[in-house]
């Protein structure tokens, strides 16, 4: 398996192909990008797998970076997120040359045990988000509720992302959640953890489950068209969340078409979205729907 040794110098120039089907291992994070526009192309879904707990995909808060075409496996110990884009407290404006994460995918298990607090982490302003799936394993090598552990899906701290095609499926704990201003989110897609063992493992404070996609309560503006939340609890059924999405109710936030559906009755929603919208019920498989909130 070709390693960080292979991958630091094609890593420090303009652009970087990684070509699959190989699996990349690294024992550092394999790309440090502080060069503004880089490029770094998968071809043949080229694997990145982080060693030792390191951040396998790391860009600095610089423009123009463009990540594609590849995948990035979780390895056995557990790794602080598997790709972040600019450090914590990224504020630069880089609305003139944005940096773009475009078919990139990202797993937690699947392949053999892995574990990552989260998957994606965006702190820098202005990044696209355009064709990504973020999961943690519900089936393959690896696969339980403490052997792929995997809290967090994608956090979002920086301003004006938007995001297009987001997959964000079964981490143990908040799938998405949103931090920074002014985020736009085309077409959300999700499936809760359906390997949760019973309601406690899920439970939230006074709140029964995390949310799908959670936007902060200390955010002003924000808005999400044709978001989708659903449950198939096939390991304890009676398991129950309250909403599937959870945001401030503020006059700059906006949701438009969101809906949660039980597959069969493996588990329920309360409600859509906050404490609105009906709940799911029976084996039916129908969606509850809300059209625009609020």
Same mark, same amino acid.
């Given at each position: 398996?070709?390693?960080d040794?292979?991958?630091?110098?094609?890593?420090?120039a303009?652009s970087?192909?990684l070509r #699959?089907?190989?699996k990349? =291992?690294?024992r550092s994070?394999?790309?440090?990008?502080?060069?503004? =526009?880089t490029v770094?192309?998968?071809l043949g879904l080229?694997?990145?797998?982080p060693?030792d707990?390191?951040t396998? +995909?790391k860009?600095?808060?610089?423009g123009?970076v /463009?990540?594609?075409?590849?995948?990035?496996?979780a390895?056995p110990?557990e790794s602080?997120a598997?790709?972040?884009i600019?450090p914590?407290?990224?504020?630069?404006d880089?609305?003139a040359?944005?940096t =773009?994460?475009?078919d990139?995918?990202i /797993?937690?298990?699947?392949a053999?045990p892995?574990?990552?607090d989260h998957g994606l982490v965006v702190?820098?302003d202005?990044?696209l988000?355009?064709?990504?799936w973020?999961?943690r394993?519900?089936?393959g090598? #690896?696969?339980?509720w403490?052997?792929d552990?995997a809290?967090?899906?994608?956090?979002?701290n920086?301003d004006?992302?938007?995001?297009?095609?987001?997959?964000?499926?079964?981490?143990?704990k &908040?799938d +998405?959640?949103? &931090?920074?201003?002014r985020? /736009?989110?085309?077409?959300f897609?999700?499936?809760?953890?359906?390997?949760a063992?019973?309601?406690?493992a899920?439970?939230?404070g006074?709140?029964?489950?995390?949310a799908?996609y959670?936007?902060a309560?200390?955010?002003?503006?924000?808005?999400?068209?044709?978001?989708g939340s659903?449950?198939?609890?096939?390991?304890?059924?009676?398991?129950r969340q309250?909403?599937?999405?959870?945001t401030?109710?503020?006059?700059g936030i906006?949701f438009?078409h969101a809906?949660?559906?039980?597959?069969?009755?493996?588990?329920q929603y309360?409600h859509?979205?906050?404490?609105?919208?009906?709940?799911?019920?029976g084996?039916?498989t129908?969606p509850?729907?809300?059209?625009s909130?609020p």
């Amino acid at each position: 398996m070709p390693t960080d040794a292979w991958l630091s110098p094609v890593a420090s120039a303009s652009s970087c192909r990684l070509r #699959g089907p190989l699996k990349y =291992s690294a024992r550092s994070s394999a790309e440090r990008s502080s060069r503004r =526009s880089t490029v770094v192309l998968g071809l043949g879904l080229a694997t990145l797998i982080p060693d030792d707990g390191v951040t396998a +995909v790391k860009v600095a808060d610089v423009g123009g970076v /463009r990540l594609a075409g590849f995948l990035v496996d979780a390895g056995p110990a557990e790794s602080p997120a598997l790709v972040e884009i600019g450090p914590p407290g990224s504020a630069a404006d880089h609305s003139a040359d944005p940096t =773009s994460v475009q078919d990139v995918f990202i /797993r937690i298990g699947g392949a053999g045990p892995g574990r990552a607090d989260h998957g994606l982490v965006v702190n820098s302003d202005d990044v696209l988000i355009d064709h990504t799936w973020i999961w943690r394993a519900d089936h393959g090598d #690896g696969v339980g509720w403490e052997t792929d552990r995997a809290d967090h899906g994608l956090a979002v701290n920086g301003d004006d992302v938007p995001a297009a095609g987001l997959f964000v499926e079964h981490f143990n704990k &908040y799938d +998405v959640q949103w &931090y920074g201003e002014r985020g /736009r989110t085309i077409f959300f897609q999700n499936e809760k953890a359906y390997d949760a063992p019973n309601q406690a493992a899920v439970q939230n404070g006074s709140t029964r489950g995390y949310a799908a996609y959670r936007v902060a309560g200390s955010v002003d503006v924000h808005e999400a068209w044709g978001v989708g939340s659903y449950c198939n609890h096939n390991v304890d059924p009676t398991i129950r969340q309250d909403h599937g999405f959870q945001t401030p109710v503020k006059p700059g936030i906006r949701f438009h078409h969101a809906l949660v559906v039980s597959l069969g009755g493996n588990g329920q929603y309360d409600h859509v979205i906050n404490d609105t919208g009906a709940p799911t019920s029976g084996t039916c498989t129908i969606p509850s729907v809300v059209v625009s909130y609020p």
